[in-house]
């Protein structure tokens, strides 16, 4: 080789090579993707409230013994008989009476169900107070059911609903101001409003106001907070909740670092089918944290979380095929797996993929298929797929050669970290190939290289710096000293 440099195996580097494991403990991002500080929302509407409401206590005598008289027709299902005595009392202003008389409608119970009717029923209602027929209208004006779309009326709504301590309305509300729907985008606001929902109970809004303490958004960062709230939730048996506990024991954060307390919560998580907590369970029994190492256990949780589509347990999954962990080695299995998941865009898989079809004399060898999945994970700034696209792209394997943009994608994966894409680019720089010759830059990557424990950089260093005068190698190990990893 030119300058007597050490050159990277064609089997790729890092591209070949197997992960330590399987995957990273990943929470699971639920109803809110576009949040991004590794943690998820419940942003699913309160369901409207269908239950009958109670005689008032102000009622003459006779409206109450009607009004009982139509909720015991109503509980038996006779919506008929139920009918006749609740619309004469609504028609009269009695508020409990409009808010039954607009379920009814609702929901198409002795009536033909009609949306319209059970909207003017519920303003009725609300008008005079009632904080379910507010939370009713609210959801309606939010939903455009039955009245034109508008979340500024639903939010005045919920509003009066949720000043009466109505625990639904103030979750929901909280959203408005989360997400900036009829109203401004308010974190502060929406926390204060998660806060006083799950005071009363609501189990969406501990999860919510959990992750809000959590993630410091809209409320100062309190871990052991967060930590308190999913707790809550947790007991209450949302698996949502017991997930992101399991995870808080698993770094340590709010809660001591506990693995065994993670698997436990993960495992209850997991039994309720969430898929997130079972690829994490999957994880703990592959490395033994937590728990005894179970290779057949970890499989059969990566099998469950990949087959209801998550991703990471299906590249998972597809690093037990192509290693051979836990059953027979197996590249085609290995292949469906990250195919699985590379088509829904993860970065990681996209790269494995890559590496089965860039395989010289194998099989599955189809470096034009490489390049393709390389690229894909590549432009998500996958370092390693960084790496492996600018060797296919120097060599011409699979594409056209291009060492020029070659060297843009070394470039990439070494401005990561990526010691194999440092030292081939260091390589670029002391030949000339694809960027100027320059032996300081050339220097400077293979002593990054080596630093990191690239044994041929190690050696590229020493012969690099044999050419250079003492003032190159000088600065060539200045810029060394001051490099440091970009991250994404």
């Not at 954060?253 to 907590?277: I, M, T």
């Not at 690229?375 to 996958?382: L, M, S, T």
Request: glycine share 10%; charged share 20%.
């Amino acid at each position: 080789m030119a300058h007597g440099l050490a050159g990277a195996s064609a089997a790729g580097g890092a591209a070949g090579r197997e992960p330590a494991f399987a995957g990273a403990l990943a929470m699971l991002y639920v109803g809110r993707p576009t949040m991004s500080k590794g943690q998820f929302m419940d942003s699913r509407l309160t369901a409207p409230i269908f239950a009958l409401a109670l005689a008032s206590t102000v009622a003459s005598a006779p409206a109450r013994a009607n009004f009982d008289e139509g909720a015991a027709a109503f509980e038996r299902g006779d919506y008929a008989a139920a009918l006749r005595m609740f619309r004469p009392l609504a028609e009269k202003g009695h508020r409990p009476a409009q808010f039954n008389l607009g379920l009814m409608y609702s929901t198409g119970r002795g009536v033909p169900e009609n949306a319209p009717e059970a909207a003017k029923w519920y303003l009725r209602a609300a008008e005079q107070g009632s904080a379910r027929a507010q939370y009713n209208l609210a959801l309606m004006y939010e939903t455009g059911r039955g009245v034109p779309e508008n979340p500024g009326e639903a939010f005045r709504w919920y509003h009066k609903a949720a000043d009466q301590d109505h625990p639904n309305a103030q979750f929901n509300m909280a959203l408005l101001y989360d997400q900036g729907r009829g109203v401004p985008m308010d974190s502060g606001a929406a926390a204060a409003w998660f806060l006083k929902a799950a005071e009363l109970g609501h189990v969406g809004a501990m999860v919510n106001i959990a992750i809000m303490y959590n993630t410091a958004d809209g409320i100062a960062r309190n871990p052991s907070e967060a930590a308190e709230w999913f707790e809550h939730a947790a007991d209450l048996g949302n698996a949502q909740a017991q997930h992101a506990l399991a995870h808080l024991y698993a770094k340590g954060e709010g809660v001591p670092q506990d693995f065994a307390e993670a698997a436990y919560l993960w495992r209850k998580a997991a039994d309720q089918g969430l898929a997130g907590a079972q690829y994490n369970l999957g994880i703990v029994y592959e490395k033994g944290h937590g728990v005894s190492r179970n290779l057949d256990e970890a499989l059969a949780w990566y099998r469950k979380a990949a087959d209801r589509s998550h991703p990471a347990a299906q590249w998972a999954l597809g690093t037990m095929y192509e290693y051979g962990r836990g059953l027979p080695r197996d590249i085609a299995g290995a292949a469906k797996w990250y195919r699985a998941a590379a088509e829904q865009g993860l970065a990681e898989a996209q790269h494995s993929l890559g590496a089965i079809y860039d395989k010289r004399g194998a099989d599955s060898d189809n470096p034009a298929e490489a390049t393709g999945w390389y690229r894909k994970a590549a432009n998500q700034n996958h370092a390693g797929a960084q790496y492996a696209l600018g060797r296919l792209l120097e060599k011409g394997r699979g594409v056209a050669e291009s060492p020029s943009e070659a060297a843009r994608w070394y470039q990439k994966a070494a401005d990561q970290g990526n010691a194999d894409a440092q030292n081939a680019l260091g390589q670029l720089y002391a030949k000339g190939v694809g960027v100027r010759e320059d032996f300081v830059q050339a220097h400077k990557w293979f002593n990054i290289a080596a630093a990191a424990g690239n044994e041929l950089a190690r050696r590229n260093r020493d012969a690099m710096g044999e050419k250079m005068t003492p003032q190159q190698l000088a600065e060539a190990q200045r810029q060394a000293r001051l490099f440091r990893p970009r991250r994404f």
